[in-house]
């Protein structure tokens, strides 16, 4: 059984790597600055409780995904410097990852805020 200490270390290497993410990543701050506006959006259209769920789980997957590219990245940085394409590709397919998740929440966003807008 892990103790409380191990834990809210855990808790503590999570919560720099999100800082980390946040201070060190331009495209989480584009993120960040879309996911505040469509919270801001659906404070302000009063979206039903479902939307909100998943307007949540769309701003989830979108940062979740970015902060697994970045990590992607990093990786094979440290790996390798040269141009390799392997490393070309995984660090592509990461980024085209967090492109689909961000065109699928532009999508959802559609959906959710149009018929408040129309």
Known sequence: MRSWK???KSFAY??????????????MKVH??????????????NISK???????VTIGMVISLEMV???LERVVDLTTQELHPLA???????AGAVLVGAMISVI???IIFLPYII
């Open 14 to 27: 999570a919560w720099t790597g999100i800082v980390m993410a946040i201070k060190e990543e331009s495209h």
């Open 88 to 94: 070309k590709a995984a660090k592509d397919i990461a």
């Open 32 to 45: 960040l600055f879309f996911a505040f506006i469509a919270i801001v959006a659906a404070f302000i259209v």
């Open 108 to 110: 959802i966003g559609i």
């Open 69 to 71: 590219n970045t990590a």
């Open 6 to 8: 191990r834990e809210a």
């Open 50 to 56: 479902t939307e909100w769920l998943i307007l949540l």
